[in-house]
């Protein structure tokens, strides 16, 4: 019996411990949507689709990206870093994306392949060259961006 509950805990952990990693494929489109080049990681700001929030999501994007960039992103090395912002709600996110720094999610493949989980109105999410990837949702911090990008390493 303890055999069995061993294997089975083995298992169970085998399972939770799986590396999150972006398909090949899939990656070499992100690089080219996002104009992602030589650096090592893409960190993603991720804004969801306005139904996914309790709150209005879309209003005063530009502070919110000023804030980010001042109160978050001025702490951080971002040397080897593609930094972008990209919006499930294009048609909301309208007056800010420039295909520069701000983007829409292209066929919605963040929301519906690696952030699928509903009841955030944001969230950040970082991938290494290789295709790994983590990600934190709702407020985030400069030291959260470093443990991320610590953690693809």
């Not at 590396?19 to 650096?39: G, H």
């Not at 990206?65 to 951080?76: C, G, H, Q």
Request: one cysteine or more; aromatic letters at 16%; proline letters at 2%.
């Amino acid at each position: 019996m303890k055999k069995y509950l061993i294997l089975l805990l083995l298992i169970v952990q085998s399972g939770f411990a799986q590396e999150k990693t972006i398909p090949k494929k899939d990656l070499e489109t992100i690089k080219y949507e996002y104009n992602w080049k030589n650096e090592s990681y893409l960190i993603v700001n991720y804004r969801f689709p306005k139904d996914y929030c309790p709150y209005e999501n879309y209003g005063e994007l530009d502070k919110s990206y000023a804030y980010l960039n001042s109160k978050v992103y001025s702490k951080l090395d971002l040397k080897n870093h593609r930094n972008v912002f990209v919006y499930a709600d294009k048609l909301a996110a309208k007056s800010i994306l420039d295909k520069k720094n701000h983007y829409d999610d292209v066929g919605l493949y963040f929301l519906k392949k690696l952030l699928v989980i509903k009841g955030s109105c944001y969230g950040v999410l970082i991938i290494n060259k290789n295709g790994q990837y983590n990600y934190i949702l709702g407020e985030y911090s400069s030291k959260d961006i470093q443990n991320l990008t610590d953690s693809l390493k």
